[in-house]
């Protein structure tokens, strides 16, 4: 039999005094989850001081809205933005789909959110050649100067289109392979004659620091890949829930907003959607195709 526990009455001191350490606690633990730092890490896609402008506003929105210290933290290249994922450095992370899957099962990140661009939630991959080149199959590069848009580490502009020239037959040592310092410069370099072909996003061509550059028209895609989910954010899967939750709330909730879409106009976002592991499965697969070789 349990003993009944009589409350006091609402009016009392005791009671008072009861709700008063009741609401401390729970303020304690709000403060706890929301009062440290956060680190944003943004992978080199683009040059640090572009990343920067980019996405400083999203990191000032992030500060204001989350009452706490966010510092967005730039890479001058690849391998020091790996060495601080490594380093488990940024809480909230921006990154290509190779380099998730990797942190999710080497590190303890989660994915929690990835891009829209253009209005699309999903990206492909491709393979650039000029209008004027003569090539019109994947085939036809068999001895050919192949640039790739990074190195073998760079989903999108390397493991994809490497994975649509296994498709074709072409193996490693078929063609001749070179890497460029990021996307856009592998498909600046086809076009002007300075590769034969160049492996990049199919999103690469629409970007304005290719168009306001070079007449797209003169470049044929002759292979492009099955959409893929975009690129993702992720979260150190030791932080709170209620921070989580929070983050993706504000982020995602962006394109509710006049000043939410500023901001992601200012980062070349049409929206972040929420995102989930499982949903980079099919990059799992491609990715273990083309390191099975």
């Known amino acids: ?46 040059d640090a001081a572009l990343t920067a402008k980019l996405f400083r506003p999203l990191s000032r929105h992030l500060e204001e809205q989350l009452q706490l210290s966010v510092r967005l933290e730039m890479s001058a290249d690849f391998d020091t933005f790996l060495s601080r994922l490594k380093e488990r450095r940024y809480d909230l992370v921006h990154l290509n789909q190779f380099e998730y899957v990797n942190a999710h099962d080497q590190l303890g990140y989660d994915a929690l959110m990835q891009n829209e661009e253009f209005g699309e939630k999903t990206i492909k991959g491709a393979i650039y050649v000029r209008r004027d080149s003569g090539i019109q199959r994947l085939e036809q590069l068999r001895g050919k100067q192949i640039l790739f848009g990074g190195g073998p580490r760079a989903m999108m502009s390397y493991i994809v289109p490497t994975y649509l020239l296994r498709q074709a037959g072409l193996e490693q040592g078929d063609y001749r392979e070179s890497y460029a310092i990021n996307p856009p410069n592998a498909v600046l ?13 199919e999103v690469v061509q629409r970007l304005p620091m290719i168009t306001s550059k070079i007449d797209v028209d003169e470049l044929n895609l002759i292979a492009i890949s099955q959409p893929l989910p975009h690129l993702p954010w992720a979260v150190k899967r030791e932080m709170s829930d209620e921070l989580k939750s929070r983050i993706q709330d504000l982020l995602i909730g962006l394109k509710h907003s006049p000043h939410g879409r500023d901001i992601l106009r200012q980062a070349r976002l049409t929206a972040l ?11 799992r697969e491609i990715i273990d195709s083309v390191y099975a070789h």
């Open 273 to 283: 959607n929420p995102a989930q592991d499982r949903d980079y499965d099919l990059h």
């Open 189 to 201: 370099a086809t076009f002007l004659r300075q590769t034969d072909a160049g492996g990049a996003g």
């Open 1 to 46: 039999m349990h003993n009944r526990i009589n409350l006091p009455r609402s009016d009392s001191f005791p009671s008072k005094l009861v709700l008063f350490f009741v609401a401390l606690i729970v303020s304690d633990c709000w403060t706890s989850a929301y009062a440290e730092s956060l680190v944003i890490g943004i992978f080199p896609r683009r």
